[in-house]
C-alpha cells in the first residue's frame, strides 16, 4: 500500500478498498466522506481534508461512511459498499441511508425511561439489515439515585428479550462501561441509534475524550431531550477505530422485504421452519413447530408476538428496490408469515 494512502488506513483504508478503486477509475485518490452537506462533501483524503462540490449524478448517491473516487477535483464514483444501514422514510416513501460501510451499530437506549423493547428490536432489525452487528448500550447508570432502576437488572432483561446480542451498561458521569465500548469497536467503524436524550452525545464524547458533541437539555417530565445532533459526521477515535455519530430518531422504519426481521428473531424463525407445512400461518394449524413450542415453554408468548408484529410491518410496507452492492443473505426461510 502506498505511503501516501496511510493517513487513511485508520479511516478503514485497506488493499481491498485499492483494488476495488484500481478497478472503477484508474489514477483516481480515495477519499473517505466525513459529513453530506446536501451539494457538498467533506471529505478524508490522502494527508489532507477538503470540502468537495457534488457535480456528477452518482448512482448510488454517497453518504457519510462511503468511499469514493475522486479524479480533478470532482468526486466521480461511490465504491461498492461493504454495508448499508438504512431505514424508511418518516412518511413511508423511499428510504434514507443513515451510514454505509459499517460493521456494528450501537443502540443506545437510557435508563432515565422506559427502555423499549420495540425499539431495539426495529434497531436490531435494520443492523441486521444492513450487514453489521448490533449492540445494546443502556446509558445513565448513575449510582447517585439518579434513576429508579437497578442497571444490572435491566441488563439482563435485556438480555433475556434479546437473546445473542451484546448489552453494556455505562454511565459516562462515572466512567462506566466506557472502556468496554473502545474494546467492542476495536478498528471497525460503528454507528449509534437511538431517541434524543438517550445519552449518545456523552458517550461520544467520552470516545472522543473531548466535547465535540454539544449535549442537550433532557425534559424532567418525560425524560425527552432535544435533538442537539443535527447532521451525520465520522469521528475518528483514539487509539483505532471509526465512529458515525447522527441525530437522534424518533421513529425506526423498517425496509420491506429484509431478512433482518428473521435474523432479529433467529430462534423464532429456525423453530417456524420446522413447522410441518410450509405456508403454516402460526395461528393453530396443525404441525405449528411455534404453537408447539409456545405450549412447552421454548417460546415466550411477547417474542412471538413481536416477530409476528415486525413480520407485518415489513410484508404490508410498499417494497423499495434492493440496495445496489448488497452482502449476500440467505434466503427467508419457510414457515414464516
Do not use: Y
Not at 18 to 31: C, R, T, V, Y
Not at 36 to 46: F, K, N, R, Y
Not at 265 to 293: L, Y
Not at 314 to 333: G, V
Amino acid at each position: 500500500m502506498s505511503s501516501s494512502l496511510d493517513s487513511l488506513v485508520p479511516l478503514g483504508w485497506d488493499p481491498t478498498w485499492a483494488k476495488s478503486l484500481a478497478s472503477i477509475a484508474q489514477g483516481a485518490e480515495p477519499a473517505r466522506v466525513l459529513q453530506h452537506h446536501g451539494v457538498a462533501l467533506v471529505l478524508a483524503l490522502p494527508g489532507r481534508t477538503e470540502t468537495v462540490m457534488l457535480t456528477l449524478r452518482l448512482d448510488p448517491q454517497p453518504t457519510v461512511g462511503d468511499w469514493v473516487a475522486l479524479k480533478n477535483d470532482e468526486i466521480i464514483a461511490v465504491l461498492p459498499r461493504r454495508s448499508l444501514l438504512r431505514r424508511r422514510n418518516a412518511h413511508g416513501d423511499g428510504e434514507q441511508q443513515l451510514a454505509a460501510n459499517i460493521d456494528k451499530v450501537l443502540l443506545v437506549c437510557g435508563l432515565d425511561r422506559p427502555v423499549k423493547d420495540g425499539r431495539i428490536q426495529r434497531g436490531t432489525a435494520i443492523s441486521r439489515d444492513a450487514g453489521a452487528e448490533p449492540v445494546v448500550v443502556l446509558t445513565k447508570a448513575s449510582r447517585d439515585g439518579d434513576i429508579e432502576v437497578d442497571p444490572e437488572q435491566a441488563a439482563d432483561e435485556v438480555r433475556a428479550a434479546h437473546p445473542g446480542i451484546d448489552v453494556i451498561v455505562t454511565s459516562v458521569k462515572e466512567g462506566i462501561g466506557i472502556e468496554e465500548i473502545r474494546s467492542i469497536i476495536g478498528h471497525d467503524t460503528v454507528t449509534l441509534l437511538g431517541e434524543s436524550g438517550a445519552g449518545k452525545s456523552s458517550i461520544v464524547n467520552a470516545l472522543l475524550g473531548d466535547d465535540v458533541v454539544t449535549i442537550g437539555d433532557v425534559r424532567e417530565s418525560d425524560s425527552k431531550g432535544r435533538h442537539t445532533t443535527t447532521t451525520r459526521e465520522l469521528h475518528l477515535l483514539p487509539g483505532g477505530g471509526v465512529l458515525i455519530d447522527s441525530p437522534g430518531i424518533r421513529a425506526v422504519g423498517l425496509i420491506a422485504d429484509t431478512d433482518g426481521v428473521a435474523e432479529t428473531f433467529v430462534d423464532v424463525d429456525e423453530i417456524a421452519s420446522t413447522c410441518r407445512f410450509a405456508d403454516c400461518q402460526h395461528e393453530g394449524q396443525p404441525g405449528c413447530a411455534v404453537a408447539a413450542a409456545l405450549a412447552d415453554g421454548t417460546l415466550k408468548a411477547e417474542r412471538v408476538e413481536a416477530w409476528r408484529r415486525l413480520d407485518a410491518e415489513t410484508d404490508s410496507a410498499e417494497p423499495i428496490a434492493p440496495r445496489a452492492s448488497a452482502p449476500p443473505r440467505r434466503p427467508r426461510r419457510q414457515g414464516g408469515n
